[in-house]
Structures are given as structure tokens and as C-alpha cells.
T-cell receptor
Framework: SQQGEEDPQALSIQEGENATMNCSYK?????LQWYRQNSGRGLVHLIL?????REKHSGRLRVTLDTSKKSSSLLITASRAADTASYFC????????????FGSGTRLQVQP | EAQVTQNPRYLITVTGKKLTVTCSQN?????MSWYRQDPGLGLRQIYY???????DKGDVPEGYKVSRKEKRNFPLILESPSPNQTSLYFC?????????????FGQGTRLTVV
């Protein structure tokens, strides 16, 4: 089963609005990452947050992590049409030998 | 430029005809993996490799083989492709297994098996 589950599955907003995506996971993690995927293309790393961090910023991105609730959120502020993409969270449980487990993603559509 | 290169980008083949999708990275990464992406299922790991000559199964390894003879290359082999292997495939590499660093993805290979 998938470790990370994103919510909502799809999100449509107007340019300039903020977009918030959530990720829930099941087991303890060492860190959580967010990736972006433009349609049919490879995934691009956005941000990594460690289990001992609660919030992290990168440009217009803000990521929070609540390990007690096993959840994370990605906020994109002042969205642009170019932010239209799918966004995935990926978790590293730190056990076994696999690196990352991905959720099924949130499809974000930013209307110009 | 740091990159992961997959070839081919698109492939249509017939059931049972062996094929290989190549993957090469130029970052001297130890860890490489293959994922398949299907609608509604996200990315599922097929195989991974922690270093040269060290490979192991991911979540959905059936029908696939891999090899890691050199650090930079990690080909995915489908010995006898079937229609249920029609999917979008991604190769990824990272500095280490621990997930403490980002993963770099190739541009994907869209495979259709008829």
C-alpha cells in the first residue's frame, strides 16, 4: 500500500490565489519530500523536510510537517499558471533499503 | 549538467518481444531505481540498486529484470512484455539510499505493449 496519500486529488484555482495540498502517511519517517511533475514528464524535487522540522520555506513554497498526525502540507502562495502540474509527497521510512515511497499526487490547475 | 537520461522516450512493442529501457546518470550516485506510473496509482517502485552489482525488488517486480554492472547505468529489461506492462516508466538516482537527499528523475519512457 502507498505510504503517502495526497489530498485533494485535484485542485483548480485562479492565478494569484494560494494552493494548499495535504499528504498523510502511515508509518514513522525520517523525512518527507515534495515533488512536482509536469504532464507526462519526470518528477522534479521541490523541498525536503526532516522529521525534526515543523516548517520549511523555499521561495513561494511553504511546507509543514506534523509527525504526531503523520501529515504534511504544501502551500504555494500567489500561484501562477506555470504552477499547473501534479504534486507528490514522498516519504522515507528509513527502514529497509528502499529510498522513497510516493503517493498518488494532487493535480493542480491554475487558471490564468 | 546533472541529469538522468532514459531511452527511448516512447516505445510501442508487441507482446513477448524482449526489450530494454536504458538509464544513465552522470552524478556518480550510488542509488538508482525504476518506477512505473499508472493513473490513480502514483509511482510504484519496480527495482532498485544500492550500488554496483547490488539490486533488489521493489513493490512490483514481476515481469521485470535489472542489472547494475556499472555505477552510471541501470537498464530495465522486460523479457516477455505483456499488455499490463503498458505504463510510464521513470528511472531515478540519488546520492544515497537514506532519502536524505533529493532524487533525480529521468524524463520517462512511455511504453505501450500491444
Amino acid at each position: 500500500s502507498q505510504q503517502g496519500e495526497e489530498d485533494p486529488q485535484a485542485l483548480s484555482i485562479q492565478e494569484g490565489e494560494n494552493a494548499t495540498m495535504n499528504c498523510s502517511y502511515k508509518t514513522s519517517i525520517n523525512n518527507l519530500q515534495w515533488y512536482r511533475q509536469n504532464s507526462g514528464r519526470g518528477l522534479v524535487h521541490l523541498i525536503l523536510i526532516r522529521s525534526n522540522e515543523r516548517e520549511k520555506h523555499s521561495g513561494r513554497l511553504r511546507v509543514t510537517l506534523d509527525t504526531s498526525k503523520k501529515s504534511s502540507s504544501l502551500l504555494i502562495t500567489a500561484s501562477r499558471a506555470a504552477d499547473t502540474a501534479s504534486y507528490f509527497c514522498a516519504t522515507d521510512a528509513g527502514t529497509g533499503r528502499r529510498a522513497l515511497t510516493f503517493g498518488s499526487g494532487t493535480r493542480l490547475q491554475v487558471q490564468p | 549538467e546533472a541529469q538522468v537520461t532514459q531511452n527511448p522516450r516512447y516505445l510501442i512493442t508487441v507482446t513477448g518481444k524482449k526489450l530494454t529501457v536504458t538509464c544513465s546518470q552522470n552524478m556518480n550516485h550510488e542509488y538508482m531505481s525504476w518506477y512505473r506510473q499508472d493513473p490513480g496509482l502514483g509511482l510504484r517502485q519496480i527495482y532498485y540498486s544500492m550500488n554496483v552489482e547490488v539490486t533488489d525488488k521493489g513493490d512490483v517486480p514481476e515481469g521485470y529484470k535489472v542489472s547494475r554492472k556499472e555505477k552510471r547505468n541501470f537498464p530495465l529489461i522486460l523479457e516477455s512484455p505483456s499488455p499490463n506492462q503498458t505504463s510510464l516508466y521513470f528511472c531515478a538516482s540519488s546520492l544515497s539510499r537514506t532519502g536524505q537527499t533529493e532524487a533525480f528523475f529521468g524524463q520517462g519512457t512511455r511504453l505501450t505493449v500491444v
